[in-house]
């Protein structure tokens, strides 16, 4: 079953990154412009896309997205504490349950919420950051390279994750740089090669 509304396909450097970044507010627009719910859209910072209710997970979780010393629960909570807190104080065991919640949902493998995220496998290191996101439940969620450096069982859960979002009516991006991939989570593929967009049906 497609779970996608677009997939962005290509190979390394072909631009599909940094449209995702300019998407989501980290690169400015040089050229062409972007619609969201019908509106222009050119956002000013990925704080500005987060409230409108836009998610991004970058390719390189170590390098864009985790401090690996950090806690699982720290790691994941980043992404959504500004929805719990209360004149500028986050209550803590509202964090915390919310966290523990998360990880039992989208099954994050860890002896607690305590453990260092850098000693976890790649792919519930992937999960929890899809966790981190995904629990703000955003309108629409770019993922790049959501499955890169995890194992079959991991790929699979998230895949389930994806085609779950589009069931509720998600949007869902999803970059890949396997081909398989995006056209088995796609409806709708367009492929970026050195500057030209081709638009075909997966």
Not at 51 to 77: C, F, M, N, T, W
Request: charged fraction near 25%.
């Amino acid at each position: 079953m497609c779970s996608s509304d677009l997939g962005l396909a290509g190979l390394v450097g072909a631009g599909r990154s940094e449209l995702a970044r300019a998407i989501y507010g980290l690169y400015p627009l040089t050229a062409g412009s972007m619609r969201f719910r019908g509106r222009s859209w050119s956002p000013s910072s990925p704080a500005e896309a987060l409230r409108q209710g836009l998610a991004y997970l970058p390719e390189e979780r170590k390098r864009q997205s985790l401090v690996l010393d950090h806690s699982v629960g720290d790691s994941i909570s980043i992404g959504f504490s500004d929805l719990l807190a209360r004149w500028g104080w986050i209550p803590r065991n509202a964090e915390n349950q919310r966290v523990d919640a998360a990880i039992q949902r989208f099954g994050v493998k860890t002896t607690s919420a305590t453990q260092a995220i850098g000693t976890l496998s790649g792919g519930n290191q992937q999960k929890a950051l899809l966790a981190r996101w995904l629990e703000r439940d955003p309108e629409v969620i770019v993922l790049d390279e959501p499955t890169r450096g995890v194992d079959v069982g991991a790929k699979a859960e998230i895949h389930s994750l994806i085609q779950e979002l589009a069931a509720r009516r998600k949007g869902v991006i999803v970059i890949s740089s396997d081909l398989p991939e995006v056209l088995s989570l796609s409806d709708r593929v367009l492929e970026l090669h050195d500057g030209r967009v081709e638009i075909g049906r997966a």
